[in-house]
């Protein structure tokens, strides 16, 4: 058998590439050779001294590694230089990763990731934590630069760095927390980069606490400043083009025009059956026109009050007119009456609508009119008629915003149904009226709007303060109005954001969907006009007619136009009709502060229980408190918790901040309220996410609502008074009742050396504080036992002689009864017969000793004698049998 060794010499390019070794301490570093599979070819080349370590190329060019020299890019495509850039996401670029953390205690795990959607990334839209991380070598101090759209602020969105100069990840310094800007459009954020080795984290976590899903993240064109080199040159993205070598960049395709990937120019469309939008990879068939492809608009009033309606296609035009199904443009020029000015204008023979003059007023159907002696203007904008866009209102898209129709306002079609349609009011400020206190105002203003939405898709009404999210709408509304207050004076400017669907589309299939806002009020704008005037207080001058601002808790008195304060315990409902009726009650167990702005407790109740009246002292709770419930977890296992901060009592507000869109925001401006969507109210909740288990470095706090914003006072103990009311155990010693004298006890001790303790206990269970004090320890004098004794012993003996003479002295007598009785019954006669006594004295001649020798009667016993004694003391005689001793002679 014969075998035949074969030995591949190789060649650059396809067997080997060039690299460069890292450097040593001189700054110097080898070219070597890197084989594509190694031990596939022999003959590589031996290693040279490479470029020093401080060379680097000019944007739009590259370094050749086969000589070492710096080389112009060739035509369709372009170099940065000293920077890389990633602007195609057909699919993940070489180097990036996405990894998705799963949820605590692995209830669920996390597939999720970020996605390449073409022109962008798009980060996961539930509630997995997803990172999309990329690793740079940086030979110099550098930056990073990317766009994104940030839409949800239930989304949270983290960008931060890690170097390897750091031992491990230092968030609090390198965290870089990203909130919606822009008013969900496309904005851009650069941040500097150390040289060495540095990882870039973008990261997403969703709060879905609801049915209501989330907007994602979107990313694109990452550029990153600071690399050594870079050996190639990147080729123009599908849509661009390069036409000249050395370029630092891609053109995009102008419109009807493309360009395919790698393009040094952009080729036309068939102009008659295709179009293309600018940038575009190839062309599209037009197809055949229909109404979302048209407009309509209202020209501005003529002198005759006429507007023309005005149709138009929009812009880009991508039908097809004259062809089967084609929808043709309806005929423009017909003309309509115009509707009225909008309250606080008028129609000065101009065919415009103009603002009242200061001082005046105007419905908007009559001449403006001063406002009558003890009355102001009462300022703001009222927008209720649409025929052209108010001129401090500007609407917004990659091409049709928004469109005015009378009586109402309404989306426009958009480029695409993805698009965010934006409308924009700028208030540059408030001005409270000269009748209320702008030091003590606790609201300076509000917005009020009126609107609807009709839908079919996923669409989404976003209304927001600047670039906060002040609340949003799903879907198919009904006509409804919401109103808003500012809390404090400062320019601002309110927009309204509308997006059909937030999939991936580059055409219009739901440009029906719409939403319609009919009015638009905003009250006491600096640079607004006025419909009315409201009632001011007058100066004291009799000389003078101004008005002058009332202090604080002061309303007007519509009879003398003069300042009146509040009754005692009422508060004053700003924005209201001047009169004693703008002083409201405060509620039971309730009065209100000095500026009667509003009601709080002063932590004193009494509260009468049957015959008892209990008085509670809660100074202890008088501080704000929080209660967290027990864990709850959503569909997907995320645990959160329902905070609540309290305030019951005391005057001090309780306060709720969500922290989900800038956890950067410093304690003092928390203070001032400057948080993203702060809530400051008796009771508040918010939604709390905790970090263990997520990698973030501190828990999230969401979904703040406000839920008790009016103290209405303290009653019904036993249970709710509406059937709507919060129940919270808040277990303290500062709720029991203020103690009382039926709360303690006396205790006598034993007399002692005639000494007697008194003492005084709490009645357990104690279940009062505070109030009354346990009186001191008494000492009383007393008399012991001996004393009782010897008076008793006394009694006793004196009592026992004294029944000894009464027995002695009744017996005597009893014993001469019987004497009388005895003579008496010896007188009688045979048949027992009593003779008439004359006397009942002793005869003459007789004596009781003759008597008692011949009268014999038997002597009674002890027993006999006592009851003989009792008897007579009834006067009851007693009988004694006896004989008469008879001699015979």
């Known amino acids: 058998m014969l075998y035949v060794l074969c030995v591949c010499v190789c060649n650059w390019q396809t067997d080997y590439y060039y690299e460069y070794t890292e450097c040593d301490s001189t700054g110097s570093r080898w070219r070597v050779a890197i084989p594509q599979s190694p031990g596939a070819c022999t003959g590589l080349p031996e290693p040279v001294h490479g470029t020093e370590c401080t060379f680097s190329c000019k944007a739009g060019e590259f370094l050749e590694m086969s000589a070492q020299e710096c080389t112009q890019c060739a035509a369709g495509s372009y170099s940065l230089g000293s920077g890389i850039r990633f602007d195609q996401w057909d699919s993940m670029p070489v180097g990036f990763s996405s990894l998705a953390t799963s949820l605590e205690n692995n209830i669920l795990p996390c597939s999720s990731s970020w996605l390449p959607q073409g022109n962008y990334l798009e980060s996961n839209r539930d509630e997995c934590t997803v990172s999309l991380i990329y690793a740079v070598h940086l030979k110099k101090k550098g930056s990073v630069s990317f766009e994104y759209q940030y839409p949800d602020n239930n989304l949270l969105f983290e960008f931060f760095i890690q170097n390897d100069q750091c031992q491990e990840m230092d968030q609090s310094a390198d965290t870089k927390w990203l909130k919606l800007t822009n008013n969900g459009e496309w904005a851009t954020h650069t941040v500097n980069l150390k040289s060495g080795t540095n990882i870039l984290y973008w990261r997403t976590r969703g709060v879905l606490m609801g049915s209501k899903g989330l907007k994602p993240v979107l990313l694109k064109n990452v550029q990153i400043e600071g690399v050594a080199y870079t050996s190639e040159c990147f080729p123009c993205k599908p849509g661009t083009f390069s036409r000249v070598p050395g370029s630092t960049k891609c053109e995009p395709c102008l419109r009807d025009t493309y360009a395919g990937h790698g393009a040094s120019s952009c080729t036309p469309c068939n102009a008659t059956t295709q179009y293309a939008a600018q940038g575009s990879a190839m062309c599209k068939d037009r197809p055949p026109c229909s109404r979302k492809d048209y407009f309509q608009i209202h020209t501005k009033c003529d002198h005759e009050g006429k507007t023309q309606v005005i149709y138009k296609w929009i812009e880009p035009k991508i039908c097809l007119e004259g062809v ?22 008028y129609n ?19 001449p403006c009119t001063w406002c009558p002696a003890g009355t102001e203007p009462s300022l703001g904008y009222e927008f209720k008629w649409w025929n052209i866009l108010p001129p401090n209102m500007k609407t917004s898209c990659f091409n049709v915003g928004w469109e005015v129709a009378g009586d109402h306002i309404q989306s426009g079609a958009g480029s695409s149904d993805n698009d965010y349609l934006i409308l924009n009011i700028h208030i540059p400020g408030f001005k409270l009226p000269t009748s209320m206190s702008s030091h003590s105002a606790t609201e300076f203003g509000r917005i009020t709007f009126e609107f609807e939405t009709v839908c079919v898709a996923d669409c989404e009404l976003y209304f927001m303060m600047s670039t906060t999210v002040v609340e949003s709408w799903e879907k ?80 007007i008195d519509t009879r003398t136009s003069q300042c009146t304060e509040c009754p005692p315990n009422t508060y004053l409902i700003p924005h209201t009709t001047p009169g004693p009726d703008a002083c409201k009650p405060c509620g039971p167990a309730s009065k209100c502060d000095k500026d009667h702005s509003f009601c709080y407790s ?39 918790f329902h905070h609540f901060n309290i305030s019951l009592c005391g005057g001090k507000l309780a306060e709720c901040t969500d922290n989900v869109t800038d956890l950067s925001i410093t304690d003092s401006q928390r203070e001032n309220g400057e948080g993203a969507n702060a809530v400051k109210t008796f009771i508040c ?30 009653q019904c103990p036993a249970g709710t008074c509406d059937g709507c009311t919060f129940h919270f155990l808040w277990e303290s010693s500062g709720a029991c009742p203020t103690c009382t004298e039926r709360d303690y006890h006396q205790i006598e001790g034993a007399c002692k050396g005639d000494q007697q303790d008194l003492l005084y206990v ?45 027995i002695c002295y009744f017996w005597k007598k009893s014993k001469r009864l019987e004497y009388k009785y005895s003579r ?65 002679w």
């Open 824 to 888: 008496l019954v010896m007188s009688a006669n045979k048949e027992c017969e009593m003779p008439g006594a004359d006397s009942c004295a002793v005869m003459e001649g007789e004596n009781e000793g003759d008597m008692e020798d011949e009268i014999v009667y038997t002597k009674p016993s002890l027993l006999g004698k006592l009851k003989a004694i009792a008897s007579k003391v009834r006067v009851t005689a007693p009988l004694y049998f006896y004989s008469k001793k008879v001699s015979l």
């Open 602 to 640: 002063d932590c004193h109740f009494t509260y009468a229980e049957g015959n008892a009246t209990l008085t509670y002292d809660f100074s202890l709770l008088g501080s704000v408190g929080s209660l967290m419930n027990g864990p709850s977890f959503t569909s997907k296992g995320t645990k959160y």
């Open 476 to 555: 198919t509304k009904t006509r409804q109005t919401y109103t808003h207050v500012m809390t404090k004076n400062a320019s601002v400017s309110y927009t309204w954001a509308f997006q059909r669907t937030n999939q991936p589309s580059d055409v219009r299939r739901y440009v029906n969907d719409v939403v319609r806002i009919y009015s638009i009020s905003v009250s006491n704008a600096v640079d607004g006009v006025s419909s009315g005037c409201r009632a001011c207080a007058l100066s004291t001058q009799p000389s003078s007619s101004a008005c002058v601002p009332c202090p604080p808790g002061h309303y």
């Open 348 to 366: 000065n023979d101009t065919a415009t609508c103009s603002p009242c003059p200061p001082g005046t007023y105007s419905d908007g159907m009559k």
């Open 762 to 806: 709490w009645t357990e269970p104690k279940l009062c504080i505070g109030g009354v004090n346990l009186p001191e320890k008494e000492t009383l004098p007393c008399e012991g036992m001996e004393f009782w004794v010897r008076l008793g012993a006394g009694l006793g003996t004196f009592t026992a002689v004294l029944l000894v003479i009464l």
């Open 685 to 714: 909740q918010s939604t709390i996410i905790p970090a263990t288990g997520r990698g973030f470095h501190t828990a999230l706090a969401s979904q703040s609502i406000n839920l008790a914003d009016t103290l209405l006072g303290y």
């Open 324 to 345: 089967t199904g084609a929808e043709s443009l309806p005929p423009s020029g017909e003309r309509e009456p115009c509707p009225p000015c909008n309250p606080g204008f």
